[in-house]
Each structure stands twice: as C-alpha cells, then as structure tokens.
C-alpha cells in the first residue's frame, strides 16, 4: 500500500434499497413477518393473518357494548389480535383508538392514554393528564370515553393491556 488514506462510506442496504428499488431492491430479502414471542403493534396490522374470525367476533363485540374483556393464557396473543387485528380494523371504521398499559398508577396511565387519542399529533401535556385523570375520578373511565367520543364526534376505543397488573403488589 502507499500509505495513503483514502475515504470510506457505508451505507445500509435498507437506504441503497429505498434509493434505487427497481435495481437494488428486488436483490434485498423482506423483514421477517414473524415476531416469535414479540407482540404486533398496529404498524404490523399488514402482516397480520390468520386471524380474521377472531377479529371480526371481536369488531361486532365492541360495536355493541361498552366493555369487552379478552382473556386467555400468557402468550397466546391477545395483545397481538387487539393491536394489529381489532384496533387498525375499528380505525378503518373511523374509530379513534389508545392503548395503555396500567403500571403502577391505573387512573394516570388511562388519563394519558385518553389525552393522546384527544391530540394524537402531538405529546399530551402534564396539564391535560391531570384533567383527564380528575375526569376519570369523578366521572369514571366510562363518562371520560363517551365525554371524549362526543368532542371528536367519532367513537373511541380504548384498549388496557396487561391489566392484571393493578391485582399485582
């Protein structure tokens, strides 16, 4: 060798993919659909098969009643089938739509929640969790979702994950 540095670029072939796909593109192998024992989010509803009957018997379940629980053993899926089955298919139906996990304050985590489906283009702030956790409070859970349905004039949906949580000490 001479000695001499030169310059080195890398480039991700994902980026030279998107770039040129007509050229580069078709010699890239897709994303692996499967998850193993990750769960599917709603930007996954696409990849999402096989289980169509399940989400059709829970979208007429929703459609008619306030609460719906979904339960079965660990693992079988059930976050899955609600956020990338039932939820993508209630927001094709117009519906708004949040997920929230309980954790260690039940109340505060449905409050943010319902503050993120109320602004979903941006970060809801301190001052709104608290109001919709004061709502909440006096209101219940179910007051706070219909008062939230009516200002967006568009029926909501609100899925608690893993709400065996709050029986935990």
């Excluded at 998850?35 to 599917?40: E, K, M, N, Q």
């Excluded at 304050?105 to 709104?128: F, M, W």
Aim: charge should be negative; charged fraction near 20%.
């Amino acid at each position: 060798s001479s000695g001499e540095a030169g310059d080195a670029y890398a480039i991700p072939v994902a980026e030279l993919a998107r770039a040129w796909p007509d050229v580069v593109g078709r010699l890239t192998i897709p994303a692996c659909p499967y998850r193993g024992l990750g769960g599917f989010t709603a930007g996954d509803a696409d990849v999402f098969v096989g289980r169509e009957d399940d989400v059709a018997r829970l979208r007429e379940m929703v459609r008619g009643r306030a609460l719906v629980v979904v339960t079965g053993p660990s693992g079988v899926g059930k976050s899955s089938l609600i956020n990338a089955g039932l939820i993508p298919r209630l927001q094709d139906d117009g519906w708004a739509a949040g997920s929230f996990r309980s954790g260690g304050i039940p109340v505060d985590a449905a409050a943010r929640a319902l503050a993120a489906v109320q602004t979903p283009d941006r970060a809801p702030t301190v001052a709104e969790v608290g109001e919709w956790a004061a709502l909440i409070r006096s209101s219940g859970l179910d007051g706070a979702g219909a008062r939230l349905a009516l200002a967006l004039g568009r029926p909501v949906v609100l899925h608690a994950d893993q709400l065996e949580e709050i029986l935990d000490p």
